[in-house]
């Protein structure tokens, strides 16, 4: 957590802190994350949730603490009012591309001073490391990071816990859900 936030830090432009934060929150597949629509992010209460869709269907997932970042990103995005517009573009207006992805990152990494070889799929790795350390369960997350049933992905990351995904990742952020609105109000 602590290189991610190094990561955004050094990063300028608004849209990669963004993305980058998005990305590690969300523990979204690369090609999930850049095939995202301005339609796909919902607003709410508790932040945001966003639908992906990747290889193992639709699914949604809760954001918290990259929210702010995100809503500078759609503010300035030169398409937002159109939802059916890419959420990440690039500098000539259409979808990012996985190579531009990959390019972004590896230049925040090299700036940073993250000693890590840093690459898209890591932000994906260090969160669902940081997940399972909070006590998450495999059913959890397997429902965040698209994992079929019978995948043994969540058994390498992960220690037996039994709360629910959504509520597990707000008190993750010290959000209580009976009063999440008035937490989430005052950090914003």
């Not at 929210?67 to 990103?73: H, S």
Request: net charge positive; proline share 2%.
């Amino acid at each position: 957590h602590k290189e991610i936030k190094q990561l955004a830090e050094v990063t300028e432009k608004q849209r990669n802190r963004a993305m980058i934060w998005v990305g590690y929150e969300s523990g979204a597949r690369p090609g999930e994350l850049l095939t995202l629509k301005i339609r796909n992010v919902e607003f709410d209460k508790y932040g945001a949730q966003i639908m992906v869709d990747g290889k193992t269907g639709e699914r949604r997932i809760r954001l918290v603490e990259s929210v702010p970042d995100l809503k500078n990103w759609l503010s300035m995005h030169l398409e937002k009012d159109d939802t059916d517009s890419w959420l990440w573009t690039s500098r000539k207006g259409g979808r990012l591309t996985y190579d531009g992805w990959y390019s972004v990152v590896k230049k925040v990494g090299r700036i940073s001073e993250v000693k890590k070889k840093i690459y898209p799929h890591l932000l994906r790795h260090s969160r669902a490391t940081h997940l399972a350390g909070e006590g998450l369960n495999e059913s959890q997350l397997r429902e965040i990071f698209g994992w079929k049933k019978g995948s043994t992905m969540p058994s390498v990351y992960v220690h037996l816990s039994g709360r629910d995904t959504d509520e597990a990742i707000l008190d993750m952020y010290g959000i209580d859900v009976g009063r999440a609105e008035d937490q989430f109000e005052k950090s914003v």
